[in-house]
C-alpha cells in the first residue's frame, strides 16, 4: 500500500505540474498580460510547488511541508494556486502514510472547485483509496459513485476498490456486480480480486459461479491447498461427486492434502464414487504415518474400504485394530464372522473369543460370540471347545434355538469320530 501510494502521489504530483507549465511560461513571456483562466499559476507558485516536488522526491518531507504551508497562506486568495498547494500537501501526507491528514487536505483542495474537470476527478479517485485504507467504506463509496458519473472507461481497479467497500460493509448484493465487471475488465487474473468475488459468492450462495471462481484459482494458483478443497466442496454442495473427487484427488497427487480431515474426506469420496480401493490406498499408509489419529472410527473406515474393495484379508486386520480400541467387543464378533465367510476358522475362533473376553455385549451380541466361538471349534475337529461354546450359547435366548441344534450336530459328530 505504501510503495502503490507514493508512486500515485508522485504521478500525480507530476501531472498537475505538467499540467500548469505552460500557463507559467505563458506568464513569463507576457508579462504585461493576465490571465483570465480559472487555471493560471504564476511562476512564483509554480517554482516553489515544483521545489517542494523535489523535496518529497528525496524524502525531505518537513522541508515540503513547511513550504507549502506557507505557500497556502500566500495563495489564499487565488482558488487554482491554493487547490493545487492544499493537494500537494496531501501528496507529502501520503508519503508519509498519514492517511486523515492527507484526506483532509485533499477534501480542501475540492472544496476550493477550482481544478480542471480531469485533475479533479483523479483527485476524487485517490480520496476514494485513502478512505478505503481508513475503513471509511462508506465516504468510498459515495466518492466513488459520482466519479463513476462522469468516468470514461473506468478501470477495473475502480471497480474493485467500490466492491471491496461494500462487502466490508456486509452488502453483498451490492458488492456483486462491481467485482463481476472488475474481473471482465482485467487483463490478467488477479488473485485478491478473485478470492473477493469468490467471498461475495458465497455468501449469495452462488455455487455454480464461485465453483468457476475456484477453477481459475486452482488454475493460475495450484500450490494453495484451500482452493483446491474449497472447489471441491462447492462441486459436493452442487451434487457433483465425480468431479468433487477428481479434484481432491489430484490434489493428493500434489502433495496438497495432508491434513487429518482431508485425507478421511478424500477416502469418504472415493468410497462414495465406488472407487474403495483407492480409499484403502489413501487411507492405511495415513494411519500407518500417523497423519490420520488412529481411532476406532479411522479404522472401521478403513476396513469398509478394503472390505467393499474385496480385500478382506486387510478389512478383517483394519477391523481388529478398531476392535482392540473399542469399548466392547462387538467389532471382535464383526470380525469373527468376517473370518468365517473366509473359512479361516482358527481366525474366526481368536476374534470370537476376544469378544467375549472384552465384554459389554448384549445379550444378542453374547450369543452371537459364542455361536460363533462353537462354529470355529467345530469345523477344526475340536468338539469339546465346539460343545462347550454352544452350550453357554444356548443361555441367551436370541441364539437359544441355533445354538441346540449345533449342539446336537456336534455331539453326533464327536460320537462318530470315537468310534471310527
Known amino acids: 500500500m505504501s510503495f ?16 500548469s507549465y505552460p500557463a507559467a ?10 490571465s483570465s483562466g480559472s ?31 506557507d505557500l497556502a497562506n500566500d495563495v489564499s486568495d487565488r482558488p487554482y494556486e491554493l487547490a493545487i498547494t492544499l493537494q500537494s500537501i496531501g501528496y507529502v501526507y501520503i508519503s508519509q502514510e498519514k492517511w486523515e491528514l492527507a484526506a483532509q487536505y485533499f477534501q480542501r483542495a475540492l472544496q476550493q ?82 478470492k473477493l468475488a469468490l467471498g461475495v459468492q458465497f455468501e449469495l450462495k452462488k455455487y455454480a459461479e464461485a465453483a468457476t471462481t475456484l477453477e481459475v484459482l ?34 493428493y497427487q500434489r502433495g496438497l492434502v495432508t491434513k487429518s480431515e482431508d485425507i478421511l474426506n478424500l477416502a469418504r469420496l472415493y468410497m462414495l464414487n465406488e472407487v474403495p480401493y ?11 504415518k500417523e497423519q490420520v489419529e488412529k481411532t476406532q472410527k479411522n479404522y472401521e473406515l478403513l476396513s469398509q474400504a478394503w472390505v467393499q474393495a474385496r480385500e478382506y484379508e486387510k478389512g478383517i486386520d483394519a477391523l481388529m485394530e478398531a476392535a482392540a480400541l473399542a469399548d466392547d467387543g462387538a467389532l471382535f464378533v464383526r470380525a469373527a464372522q468376517l473370518e468365517m465367510s473366509l473359512a479361516n476358522w482358527e481366525g474366526a475362533q481368536a476374534a470370537a473369543q476376544k469378544a467375549i473376553e472384552k465384554g459389554g455385549l448384549d445379550s444378542k451380541k453374547t450369543g452371537q460370540a459364542y455361536l460363533l466361538l462353537g462354529t470355529s471349534a467345530a469345523e477344526q475337529k475340536d468338539f469339546d471347545a465346539a460343545i462347550n461354546a454352544f452350550s453357554k450359547a444356548r443361555g441367551y435366548p436370541e441364539t437359544r434355538q441355533t445354538a441346540s441344534q449345533w449342539l446336537s450336530f456336534v455331539q453326533t459328530e464327536q460320537q462318530v469320530t470315537s468310534l471310527n
Do not use: C
Open 39 to 69: 487555471t493560471f499559476m504564476s511562476q512564483q507558485t509554480y517554482n516553489r510547488i515544483s521545489r517542494s516536488h523535489t523535496a518529497i522526491e528525496e524524502g525531505k518531507y518537513q522541508e515540503a511541508l513547511d513550504d507549502l504551508l
Open 4 to 19: 502503490y501510494f507514493r508512486t500515485l502521489a508522485a504521478l500525480i504530483v507530476s501531472a498537475a505540474l505538467l499540467g
Open 25 to 34: 511560461v505563458y506568464a513569463q513571456e507576457e508579462e504585461e498580460e493576465k
Open 218 to 251: 486452482v488454475a493460475h494458483w495450484p500450490d494453495k491447498e484451500m482452493y483446491w478443497k474449497q472447489l471441491s466442496g462447492i462441486y459436493m454442495e452442487l451434487g457433483q461427486e465425480q468431479k468433487a473427487l477428481a479434484t481432491l484427488s489430484a490434489a
Open 113 to 194: 472547485n477550482a481544478l480542471p474537470a480531469e485533475p479533479e476527478k483523479q483527485l476524487i479517485y485517490t480520496l476514494a483509496q485513502i478512505f478505503a485504507t481508513l475503513g471509511e467504506y462508506q465516504k468510498t463509496i459515495n466518492l466513488l459513485t459520482d466519479w463513476f458519473k462522469t468516468a470514461k472507461n473506468p478501470p477495473a481497479d475502480a471497480y474493485i476498490m467500490m466492491a471491496n467497500a461494500y462487502a466490508a460493509q456486509d452488502k453483498y448484493r451490492e458488492a456483486y456486480p462491481h467485482v463481476k465487471t472488475a474481473l471482465e475488465k482485467a487483463e490478467k487474473p488477479r488473485e485478491d480480486w478473485y
Open 278 to 288: 483407492q480409499a484403502g490406498k489413501v487411507l492405511e499408509p495415513a494411519l500407518e
